[in-house]
């Protein structure tokens, strides 16, 4: 009788035990390590691009920075027009970089990314990544956002942190990886504090009423066009200015 109490203890407690796991980012994972971008197609500009925007001389009069993957830099492509409409009179800095996940912004971050600037604010949108080319969990890159968050504050102690929703990505509300996108919105809306990091999930401008998300916005259904970019830029503006004047 003894025994069949303890086996059924221990088979209650296994379900516990799987859930519990799924939450926990195991130690050295990929997402935490920071890390150069390694692919293949990478190899002849990631590093190249890092030395440059290093010995921009913009950075000296940055008073806001654009932080991020391929979302990010676009900005400098699709969004070039929207942005010099928004934010060329605030002298902004863009450190978007095709591909990134969380561990290459955190190698960015370690090898003099935003090191002798005097910022106001970050706008940090980073994470799509991990979830298209690895299918990473929603904790690890969870995780790996808020290593770049905390590295953020001790290099800028003064600057603010708008932490943006990660974007949706697939056509359709069903979508697994636009699911697993929301799955970590869900937990890095927790990470704000409303004093030093802000978070603004404005994902409902990107979409029609039944979740489907546009060719007209988004023709791959993850990067913006211009019309893509003019919505986001819309849709952050007054919380641009509210930050900037704090």
């Keep these: 009788m003894v025994r069949l109490i303890s086996a059924l203890l221990v088979f209650m407690l296994l379900p516990l035990t799987g859930s519990a796991a799924t939450d926990v980012c195991p130690e050295g994972h990929s997402a935490l390590s920071p890390a150069p971008l390694q692919e293949e197609w990478a190899v002849e500009w990631w590093k190249p691009r890092h030395e440059e925007k290093l010995n921009d001389d913009r950075r000296e009069t940055a008073r806001m920075l654009f932080l991020g993957d391929s979302i990010t830099q676009g900005w400098e492509t699709a969004g070039q027009d929207v942005w010099?409409?928004?934010?060329a009179d605030r002298?902004?800095?863009?450190?978007?970089?095709?591909?990134?996940?969380?561990?290459?912004?955190?190698?960015r971050l370690e090898h003099g990314g935003v090191d002798g600037m005097a910022l106001e604010l970050i706008i940090l949108s980073i994470g799509t990544n991990n979830t298209g080319h690895r299918q990473d969990p929603s904790a690890c890159t969870t995780k790996g956002i808020e290593m770049i968050l905390d590295e953020l504050n001790d290099r800028l102690p003064g600057a603010k942190i708008l932490l943006l929703a990660i974007f949706p990505r697939g056509e359709f509300s069903?979508?697994?990886?636009?699911?697993?996108?929301?799955?970590?919105?869900?937990?890095i809306e927790k990470l704000a504090d409303r004093e030093e990091v802000y978070y603004l999930d404005l994902n409902?401008?990107?979409?029609?009423e039944n979740g489907e998300l546009?060719?007209?916005?988004?023709?791959?259904?993850?990067?913006?066009?211009?019309?893509?970019?003019?919505?986001?830029?819309?849709?952050?503006e007054s919380m641009i200015e509210n930050l900037l004047s704090k």
């Design 204 to 208: 409902h401008v990107f979409l029609q």
């Design 214 to 236: 546009p060719e007209e916005v988004m023709p791959d259904f993850l990067h913006p066009n211009e019309e893509g970019y003019r919505l986001w830029a819309d849709a952050m």
């Design 84 to 87: 010099q409409k928004f934010y």
């Design 91 to 107: 002298q902004p800095f863009n450190l978007g970089f095709s591909g990134d996940r969380t561990e290459n912004v955190l190698w």
């Design 174 to 187: 069903g979508d697994e990886l636009r699911k697993r996108n929301g799955e970590i919105n869900g937990r």
